[in-house]
């Protein structure tokens, strides 16, 4: 009898555990001494804290290589107008180079946080082919595969990512128009829509549960929002504010 007392207890636990709403670090965790956004010291710093996973921005140089940067433009330089080796020697607020997105993975081998990829738009669908099939050979390389979730605001790369990525890899779209089934209907592994999105269609977070999908938010960084999608169980929040969200989430 104790033996099945203890089970079911262990049984709980672990589907707590499991239910628990996770912490995505966005861009990494940056706001803090020494980090920058989408630096390799704001990936490692999410891995320190114990973050589910750490989001980054890849982009295109003008030569074909993947850079991480959110906004087109850094430091005057046009990215996709850019070749990928003057990119690579612009710093980061913290001092840190611009990296390739091979050095940034490469720096990931060694931690075991969840890796969060955003492709940006490129407004071109033979190039949104072309980067995802980089990012797929560059993981495979570093043997990362079994880390990664791709995002994006494209559908069509979307729909490459779910095309050439591993079997169950999970691939999520930003653009916040699809309705749950349909994003089920591409095969995604669910919305990982602005919050504003949800506070309009609520009851697309009920929809996606009874579709065994899963809903991340972003990117939520006060209290009150975050309350709010935790006591409605999303899986995941994309966060500036890490810390915050893990003493919410682990009172």
């Known amino acids: 009898m104790k033996r099945f007392t203890f089970l079911i207890r262990l049984l ?3 589907c707590t555990i499991i239910a628990q709403t996770q912490v995505i670090a966005h861009r ?5 001494t020494g980090s920058a956004q989408n630096s390799i010291t704001a990936l ?17 140089s003008k030569d074909g290589k993947l850079v991480i940067n959110h906004n087109p433009i850094y430091k005057g330089k046009i990215i996709h107008r850019t070749s990928s080796r003057k990119l690579n020697r612009l710093k ?7 990296s390739l997105l091979s050095q940034y993975l ?11 990829l955003e492709l940006k738009n490129l407004n071109d669908k033979e190039k949104e082919t072309e980067a995802v ?17 791709y995002l994006s605001f494209s559908l069509h790369a979307v729909k490459e990512f779910i095309r050439l990525a591993p079997t169950g890899t999970p691939v999520f779209y ?18 990982d829509y602005h919050m504003d999105v949800y506070y309009k269609h609520p009851e697309w977070i009920s929809e996606c549960k009874a579709l ?6 972003w990117t939520v960084n006060k209290e009150k929002d975050m309350q709010w999608f935790i006591n409605r169980k999303v899986d995941f929040i994309t966060t500036d504010n890490p810390f915050l969200l893990q003493d919410i989430t682990n009172p």
Request: proline share 2%; charged share 25%; net charge neutral.
């Open 106 to 116: 490469e720096a990931a081998q060694n931690l075991s946080i969840r890796l969060i």
């Open 12 to 14: 709980f636990v672990t």
């Open 174 to 191: 930003l653009n916040g128009d699809l309705s749950p089934r349909q994003l089920k209907d591409l095969g995604c592994a669910g919305p």
């Open 44 to 60: 490692r710093k999410a891995d320190s804290i114990q973050c589910y996973g750490s989001e980054f921005d890849v982009r295109m």
């Open 212 to 217: 065994d999908m899963k809903v991340n938010v």
């Open 92 to 98: 980061l607020k913290n001092g840190e180079n611009l």
């Open 133 to 149: 099939q980089e990012i797929i050979k560059t993981v495979k390389a570093l043997n990362l595969q079994n880390r990664m979730e």
């Open 28 to 32: 990494g965790f940056w706001d803090t």
